[in-house]
Nanobody, 114 residues
C-alpha cells in the first residue's frame, strides 16, 4: 500500500510558476510508473506527465513548460510548472502504479488567472 500526499498548488497569474510535490509513504524506487494527472471542471482526468522505466512522457499541451522529477531518497515526486496558462487550471493528482494496483493522492488545486 502506498499513500500519496500532494502539495504546492495555489493561485498564480498567467506566465507564473508553481512546483507541485507528491510525498509517498513507501519507497518509490520499485514503482513501475509515477505521474501527474489533472482534471478540470467538466472534463475527464488526463495524464500530464509520467515516468516509467522506459521513458518520461508529457502531454503535448505541457511539453516544454512542465518538468517531472523525483527524489528517491526523499520518496518525493515533483512537477515543476512554468509559463502557466489559464487552461492549466485543474485539480492535479499524483499517481503511482506498482504493476498490481494504482494509487492516488487527494489532489491539489491549481488556478491560473489571466
Amino acid at each position: 500500500q502506498v499513500q500519496l500526499v500532494e502539495s504546492g498548488g495555489g493561485l498564480v497569474q498567467a506566465g507564473g510558476s508553481l512546483r507541485l510535490s507528491c510525498a509517498a509513504s513507501a519507497n518509490i524506487i520499485s514503482i513501475n510508473a509515477m505521474g501527474w494527472y489533472r482534471q478540470a471542471p467538466g472534463k475527464q482526468r488526463e495524464l500530464v506527465a509520467q515516468l516509467t522505466a522506459a521513458a518520461m512522457t508529457y502531454t503535448d499541451s505541457v511539453r516544454g513548460r512542465f518538468t517531472l522529477s523525483r527524489d528517491i531518497a526523499k520518496r518525493t515526486m515533483y512537477l515543476q510548472m512554468n509559463n502557466l496558462k489559464p487552461e492549466d487550471t485543474a485539480v492535479y493528482y499524483c499517481n503511482a502504479d506498482n504493476g498490481v494496483k494504482q494509487f492516488w493522492g487527494q489532489g491539489t488545486q491549481v488556478t491560473v488567472s489571466s
